[in-house]
């Protein structure tokens, strides 16, 4: 009888126990205790270009114009650009040069068929720019500039041997950003007009390559 007493009472304890134990759970951080565990991360520092969006764009820029039988000599001018999108542009260009007597003057002793006025060249178009290869120019390798390689080409007017004439242009060229407000540009262009001397009236190639400045604002 004693024995089943003690059995029952065991079982009623044990039952007892089990019922009332709360469910386990990770020991909680003190407010004193310190993370055992602490991730380290390295954050990578990224620096994007930080170009300008302005629309508007001006430069000066300077170079070599050979004019067809008259020579080449530096030319130099200015020109403003609206960025229509990221890659098409329009450019107002106007540029100043000069040019030598010709070969036939040389030769031949005979008197100049332009006088030294009329021998200055000077000329204004508006073009029309597109952005074939934009992209990055590295120099070295912690050195990225943004860049892009045009196409360009227009009309405008060209003021020579004391006649306006209508001109073609059409060239292409580099640009780098050097910041976010700089931008270096190199450019070829041939501009294409009819001259007329001494009554005869001909289509004249003038190769023009420069190299100029150019801000953002």
């Known amino acids: 009888?004693?024995?089943?007493?003690?059995?029952?009472?065991?079982?009623?304890?044990?039952?007892?126990?089990?019922?009332?134990?709360?469910?386990?759970?990770?020991?909680?951080?003190?407010a004193g205790d310190e993370q055992v565990v602490r991730p380290?991360?390295?954050?990578?520092?990224?620096?994007?270009?930080?170009i300008d969006t302005e629309d508007f764009e001006v430069g000066v820029w300077g170079g070599i114009m050979s004019i067809?039988?008259?020579?080449?000599?530096?030319?130099?001018?200015?020109?403003?650009?609206?960025?229509?999108?990221?890659?098409?542009?329009?450019?107002?260009?106007?540029?100043?040069?000069?040019?030598d007597e010709t070969s036939f003057e040389r030769l031949s002793g005979a008197a100049n068929i332009l006088t030294d006025s009329e021998r200055d060249l000077d000329y204004y178009n508006?073009?029309?720019?597109?952005?074939?290869?934009?992209?990055?120019?590295?120099?070295?390798?912690?050195?990225?500039?943004?860049?892009?390689?045009?196409?360009?080409?227009?009309?405008?007017?060209?003021?020579?041997?004391?006649d306006d004439m209508l001109t073609w242009n059409a060239g292409f060229g580099y640009k780098v950003l050097l910041n976010d407000w700089l931008a270096l540009r190199v450019d070829?262009?041939?501009?294409?007009?009819?001259?007329?001397?001494?009554?005869e009236k001909r289509t004249t190639h003038n190769l023009e390559f420069s190299g100029g400045l150019s801000i953002f604002f």
Do not use: Q
């Open 1 to 30: 009888m004693a024995s089943r007493t003690v059995r029952l009472f065991l079982n009623t304890v044990l039952g007892l126990g089990i019922l009332l134990a709360p469910a386990w759970s990770p020991p909680l951080l003190a």
């Open 40 to 50: 380290e991360i390295k954050r990578r520092e990224v620096t994007e270009d930080a």
């Open 68 to 99: 067809e039988d008259f020579g080449s000599n530096a030319v130099y001018g200015l020109r403003g650009t609206y960025h229509v999108t990221e890659d098409i542009f329009l450019e107002a260009t106007y540029g100043v040069t000069s040019g």
């Open 126 to 162: 508006l073009s029309f720019g597109f952005n074939v290869f934009p992209g990055e120019s590295f120099v070295g390798k912690r050195w990225a500039f943004t860049s892009a390689f045009y196409l360009i080409g227009g009309i405008g007017s060209t003021s020579f041997a004391g």
């Open 188 to 199: 070829a262009r041939d501009h294409v007009f009819d001259l007329d001397l001494l009554g």
